[in-house]
């Protein structure tokens, strides 16, 4: 007795392939956790339908006015893991204005504006360079130009300009503490100077130092040329020499010294006395000897700020 199944042997690749399949489907049905969210009803599904549509002519344009042609869309080709490259960009800027020129401007009763410009070339030496300049403004009225001429004497200012470069060094061992080096160049006038000075401070006392100063300098002096009478450039050499004796817990300062020229025959002495009153004000006053062999006087009071 035959029995037969009916499918034939050429399909039982076929049926294997389905069971496999089905076994497959129903363990990925196991693993899958599930999930709290509910189906919706279909009525709830047309409403959604509903919602999705186009929005409604009333609503505002939040592109109204924005040519979007201009705009920058690089700020969107951002990493996510560098969202933080803005500020960071805006820190190295302003950290890169600090290191950068620095400017300042005063007026002057004049009408012109003193103009200062410096940066900090090496912070090993504190080298800075710099100019301080005059700058005037054309006057615009009639007005303005007999209020120039008559706050400067019946002229009308001119600008000028002189540029500088300054380095403070230590010193040389036990001999001097600092060392200060300025060039000034001033080619309106046809004006430079050179100096030096060496500065070594010794305590007396808990509250009483003794601060000595030796300074060198060569001023060139040029003329201008005219029609037969050549150019010529004249050189002064001066050096000064100072003592001054500070006392920390009442703010005074007594300050001795004399300098010599090549200009003068003999050394002029000067004493003088500076207090601090308060907190960046001080007064301070001189006498002093001059060439002619009169006696200068000077009596003034400061205000400095730093900030």
Do not use: C
């Not at 700020?75 to 960071?88: R, S």
């Not at 009225?141 to 540029?163: C, D, I, R, V, W």
């Not at 002096?221 to 000064?240: F, L």
């Amino acid at each position: 007795m035959e029995f037969s199944t009916g499918f034939g042997w050429t399909r039982l690749p076929v049926l294997a392939a389905a069971f496999i399949l089905g076994s497959v489907l129903t363990v990925s049905a196991q693993i899958i956790p599930p999930t709290t969210t509910t189906a919706a009803a279909p009525d709830d599904e047309a409403e959604a339908a509903e919602s999705a549509e186009a929005p409604d002519v009333n609503d505002p344009d939040v592109l109204k006015g924005i040519d979007v042609d201009k705009l920058d869309w690089s700020q969107l080709a951002v990493d996510a893991g560098t969202g933080n490259e803005i500020a960071a960009a805006k820190k190295r800027a302003q950290a890169a204005g600090k290191d950068g020129l620095n400017w300042s401007s005063n007026a002057n009763a004049n009408g012109s504006s003193a103009v200062t410009v410096k940066q900090s070339v090496s912070s090993f030496w504190d080298a800075r360079i710099g100019a301080d300049m005059t700058v005037t403004s054309e006057p615009r009225t009639m007005s303005e130009l007999l209020a120039q001429k008559a706050t400067n004497g019946g002229s009308l200012p001119q600008s000028s300009g002189s540029a500088w470069a300054a380095a403070t060094a230590p010193g040389a061992g036990s001999i001097w503490d600092k060392t200060a080096v300025e060039a000034r160049v001033d080619p309106g006038a046809e004006q430079s100077k050179i100096g030096a000075s060496l500065t070594k401070s010794v305590p007396l006392s808990s509250d009483t130092s003794l601060t000595l100063q030796n300074g060198y300098s060569v001023n060139q002096q040029g003329t201008t040329a005219v029609p037969g009478i050549g150019g010529h450039v004249t050189r002064n050499y001066e050096t000064d020499q100072t003592a001054k004796v500070t006392i920390t817990d009442t703010g005074t300062s007594i300050i001795a010294g004399q300098s010599l020229s090549t200009t003068d025959d003999k050394w002029l002495r000067k004493v003088g006395a500076e207090q601090k009153l308060f907190d960046n004000v001080t007064v301070s006053g001189s006498v002093g000897e001059t060439s002619q062999g009169a006696i200068n006087k000077s009596l003034t009071a400061g205000f400095k700020k730093s900030w």
